[in-house]
């Protein structure tokens, strides 16, 4: 059940004449009152031949007209409205069962106050079977205004409670996170205009795809105006940024003059210092040996970004940042993938957007190796190869998989659905990536005997799994990935442990075709080195072991300790 509060308004006769009238399509049948502030005298056109629009309209107006005629100072934003509809597959209701959801709601609003016999002047108008109007004037009794803060929280509250009580379709509990809904006069724009989406819908999609290009919100606003986006900016006496307005090119008011709409009305996290929080935090030091062993494609850095993912899951403002930026990643992706997977992406960070804000702050600095592999894919001129894409989208999935799980723990419905159906159509386009690479790899499967050998590896290295990934159609595509590492000096029995380590199995639908993307992926490195790597922490450790004591003075004949080394090796 969805009950929406709508702006206020100035004409209860123009509203009435609606509520009773044809409505646009005809779709209007017997509009009658089911319930009031006070059923006794009040005058309903649905039900009485000899009353009219323009009484009910006094009637209810009655309080707002008293204290208008005392105070100078009129009122003029005095209509509440809010239709409340039912879900389509819920059973029909009587008008006794929608008379006591209005008053529920009336009261929940704070319009009418249970026990307060000066709330004001409501009527509750059904003209369908699914849905009813209410419709208030906001002046109480006493000539008081009512107090209506926070009005539309405990109005979903009172609606979850109503879905409850009759056995109704149960909705998520709102987080004051979602976006705002556009409005019928937004539709009816974009529908007279032949867009397909309102003008704050399309504004969102682009600032979002533009958010991976930029690295700081100066950056953003420039890159949105070259793409033709009309920006207004509030700047402070110094210069400095304080605020931005975007426009769609062609929204004209009557006067033919560009509408611009400020950031948090376009999306909740658009705000400018949320902006500004995103892009403009301060990366974590980095060693120099990290940056030497980077992958040196972006498709490879973001994979290996993602692996580090349940990492930072532990503290919630990490995770929050996470996700923001694994948003911004799958939206990068969409950008720059291959043509026939774009629209499968490119739905799949729309749909995740809504997973990416919560009540919880983002601490955004724990996410920067992310936000950076998304701005490296976003600036990239070279697309992928189809094994580091497909394991990239596998890498996606698990990722999504893991937000998800996040949101549900926290409680967070609407969040965690986002993730889920944003999975879905991960999961289609990474299928379609990996198809052409199972192909390849099936097509010079090894020997037998090999694959023998190898099911041994996995039933010793995922005993848990080794069933279902043996009889997985992928099994030999697999085989063959083991063999090539084994080839080039990896250790089937340790990578298939690692890739098993890094994404667990179980809710994995074909776990071969999982350990194919994640082995592919690490054994493109080169094999391990045990030396280089004792040298390499031998030389970290004093590094940081001389950095903390005071420095010995140098011998005179620095090569003499070499020297002696060497004569002790011979």
Known sequence: MIAAIKPAGSHTRGLLAYLYGPGRHDEHLDPHIVAGFAMLGMPDPGRNADATLTQLAH?????????????????????????????????DLSD???????????EAAGIAPPGDDL??????VRHADDHIHILATTVREDGRRPKLHGSGIRVGDACRQTETDYGLRQLKKGDRTAGKRPT??????????????????????????????????????AYLEADGIAIKCRRGPSGDLLGYAAGRPGDLNKDGEQIFHPGGKIAPDLTLPKLKARLETTPPEEHPTARRQRPTTPWHQATDALDALHQGMADDTHAQAHITALGELIEATAQTAPDHFRAELRTAARTFTRAQRSQIRAENEA??????????????AVGPDGSAFAALLAALVWATIIAARWHEAKHHAHQAEAARQALHHLHTAADHALAPVIDALTARHPSDQTRRTLAHDVR???????????????????ATVLTDAEAGGHKPHQLLKEAAAQRELTSARQPAR?????????????????????????????STHSAHQPQAPRPTNAFAPLTDQRRQRR
């Open 119 to 124: 709330g004001c002047r409501w009527i509750a």
């Open 96 to 106: 006794t069962e929608w008379a006591d959801i209005a008053q529920r709601i009336v």
């Open 460 to 478: 010793a290295a995922v005993p848990d799994h080794a069933d279902r990934i043996l009889t997985d159609p992928t099994w030999p595509a697999l």
């Open 514 to 542: 999982v350990l194919i993307t994640r082995i592919q992926h690490t054994s493109r490195n080169p094999t391990p080195n045990p030396r280089a790597e004792a040298a390499r922490l031998r030389s970290t450790l004093a």
């Open 59 to 91: 009637h209810l107006d009655e309080p707002v007209h008293l204290r208008n005629s005392e105070f100078g100072k009129k009122i003029t934003d005095h209509v509440w409205h809010c239709p409340v509809r039912a879900a389509p597959e819920d059973r």
């Open 184 to 221: 019928q006069a937004e539709m009816h724009k974009a529908q007279r205009l032949g867009w397909e989406q309102t003008s704050r819908d399309w504004l969102q999609d682009r600032i979002r795809a533009a958010i991976p290009h930029a690295s700081s919100t100066e950056e953003l606003l």
């Open 367 to 380: 996410a920067h190796t992310l936000r950076r592999a998304a701005r490296d894919i976003a600036h990239t």
